[in-house]
């Protein structure tokens, strides 16, 4: 069993080597809570954004009812990530891990995350504030409120 995100980043390193990915780089994203991690496969380079979660989205359907009205066979548990987070692990082609302190890992291309909640309008402003994004030299915080992507477990594959 995980109990933080640094033993879960290291199961995915291992994982990803027993697959026979070859680890390039590592960047440590969103106050180290995020990891991408950059691979080689034969010659093909892959990234691999990977996050630690203690759990679903549990009121999923009851912040996109519209959403699970239209389409019942996803309904369930979400999973989230920040708008800001997708973007970069979709500019980098990166495939979503997303890692629970079970042990599993599931994955899913960040392009079609980012393409589905769009189409299905599955991005809140989070109502709490979040006054870590934006810190300045002079001490002065802006406070963000942040974009999330919400979207069903079901689409997530397993992967390990």
């Known amino acids: ?8 980043f290291e199961y995915v390193k291992k ?25 080689v496969y034969g010659e ?20 996109f009812k519209d959403f699970v009205e239209k389409y019942p066979n996803l ?10 987070n997708l973007e970069y692990a979709r500019i980098r082609e990166a495939t979503l891990l997303f890692v629970y ?3 599993k890992v599931y994955g899913i291309d960040s392009r ?12 809140r402003t989070q109502e709490r504030r979040n006054e870590y994004k934006i810190e300045y030299a002079n001490g002065q ?3 963000i409120n ?10 997530l594959v397993r992967y390990d």
């Open 1 to 8: 069993m995980f109990l933080n995100h640094c033993a879960a």
């Open 15 to 39: 994982l990803l080597v027993r697959k026979g990915y070859r680890i390039r780089m590592l960047h440590k994203l969103n106050k180290g809570r995020h990891l991408l991690i950059e691979t």
């Open 44 to 63: 093909r380079y892959q990234y691999f954004y990977v996050i630690f979660k203690h759990t679903f989205l549990h009121s999923f359907n009851y912040l």
């Open 75 to 84: 309904e369930g548990h979400g999973e989230t990530i920040n708008i800001e």
């Open 101 to 103: 302190p079970d042990m």
């Open 112 to 123: 079609y995350v980012y393409k589905f909640v769009h189409e299905h309008n599955l991005i």
């Open 141 to 143: 915080v802006e406070v």
């Open 146 to 155: 942040e974009q999330t992507a919400s979207f069903p477990v079901k689409l």
